[in-house]
């Protein structure tokens, strides 16, 4: 049974710092894609993060500089850190994983609030 669960989202001020984390069983991991989404209310989800098996990262432009993805393939885990976090940042956010041709598996999403 493949799992992706998310966790460490909460409710931060502007300016302050999160860890997502993302942990993944039932797929091998260190083949994956793994990315961040995020869903704020009213809007579409949007990727905010990529990392590829070679750990190859990728940011939309919104966070480049702020956010920072990375995994740990012997924790089957991958995280999002985000520093200088603005109201704007606030959104469920969900972690995805991806192999070409044999998976693309969602998580449940956890909640990122940003008070200004």
């Known amino acids: 049974q493949v799992q992706l669960v998310e966790s460490g989202g909460g409710l931060v001020q502007a300016g302050g710092s999160l860890r997502l984390s993302c942990a993944a069983s039932?797929?091998?991991?260190?083949?994956?894609?793994m990315y961040w989404y995020r869903q704020a209310p009213g809007k579409q989800r949007e990727l905010v993060a990529t990392i590829t098996s070679i750990r190859t990262t990728n940011y939309a432009d919104s966070v480049k500089g702020r956010f920072t993805i990375s995994r740990d393939n012997a924790k089957n885990t991958v995280y999002l850190q985000m520093n200088s976090l603005k109201p704007e940042d606030t959104a469920v956010y969900y972690c995805?994983?991806?192999?070409?041709?044999?998976?693309?598996?969602w998580g449940q999403g956890t909640q990122v609030t940003v008070s200004s």
């Open positions: 039932g797929i091998i991991f260190s083949m994956n894609t």
């Open positions: 995805r994983a991806y192999r070409s041709g044999r998976n693309d598996y």
